[in-house]
């Protein structure tokens, strides 16, 4: 922990073992896909425990837990994704938390235009992405609507285009007040200077912990 080789070493380490108990395995997955800890696979009802306990045989410092897919039809979440099926086929969605609320930056809160152009710009491509129907598409995208549809329009357009500004002279953060920092971000582009924005006013600063104003006076 702590080390910056320590995530090459550990993820030399799983697919050393994943390698291996699939090699090795009486009845191999369909398929095994894994993003760092996670892992995602398909096998035959009565083949999982027996796949599961030769998993574990092969690193006993190294145990993996197991997560069906749901009895009640409901799919099975893997990262941001819920793969169910349907019939005989797979259907995937975007997959959110039970304790999910839906909310994103304001439209009208004291941010900068490519913050919240940013908000959107991550859903729609989310909405692209994922679903693997155009229904899905569709009730994908209808999540993005904090934001005034003309604004979700151009969005939408920007999207559509490759960026042509690859060429860099700098990067700069600049403080963020509505109105100037607009200006002094269009000068710096002009020069190819990309530009950040970095609120100052945040509830952190305005309400700093207990422990910092704590104070001990010394004789």
């Known amino acids: 922990m702590g080390s910056p080789i320590s995530p090459v070493i550990a993820d030399?380490?799983?697919e050393e073992i994943e390698e291996t108990a699939i090699a090795t395995a009486p009845h191999p997955p369909k398929w095994w896909f894994r993003y760092v800890d996670d892992s995602?696979?398909?096998?035959k009802k009565d083949q999982v425990d027996e796949f599961h306990q030769h998993l574990n045989s092969i690193n006993p410092?190294?145990?993996f837990t197991l997560e069906?897919?749901?009895?009640k039809g409901q799919g099975l979440p893997y990262l941001d994704t819920i793969t169910t099926r349907r019939g005989t086929q797979l259907e995937v969605n975007v997959y959110r938390k039970p304790t999910h609320t839906d909310r994103y930056l304001d439209f009208s809160s004291h941010h900068s235009m490519?913050?919240?152009?940013?908000v959107v710009s991550t859903l729609l491509r989310r909405a692209q992405n994922i679903p693997s129907t155009q229904k899905g598409k569709r009730d994908e995208t209808k999540r993005v609507n904090n934001y005034?549809?003309?604004?979700?329009?151009r969005c939408e357009r920007l999207l559509s285009k490759l960026p042509t500004d690859l060429l860099s002279n700098g990067f700069v953060v600049v403080p963020y007040v509505q109105g100037v920092s607009e200006r002094i971000s269009r000068i710096l582009r002009q020069q190819q200077i990309k530009v950040a924005f970095k609120l100052l006013r945040?509830?952190?600063?305005?309400?700093p912990p207990p422990k910092a104003q704590e104070r001990v006076d010394w004789p």
């Open 68 to 71: 069906l897919e749901d009895s």
């Open 12 to 14: 030399l380490v799983m």
């Open 202 to 207: 945040t509830l952190n600063n305005l309400f």
């Open 148 to 153: 005034p549809s003309s604004f979700i329009s």
């Open 40 to 43: 995602y696979t398909c096998l």
């Open 114 to 118: 490519c913050h919240k152009r940013s």
């Open 61 to 63: 410092s190294i145990q």
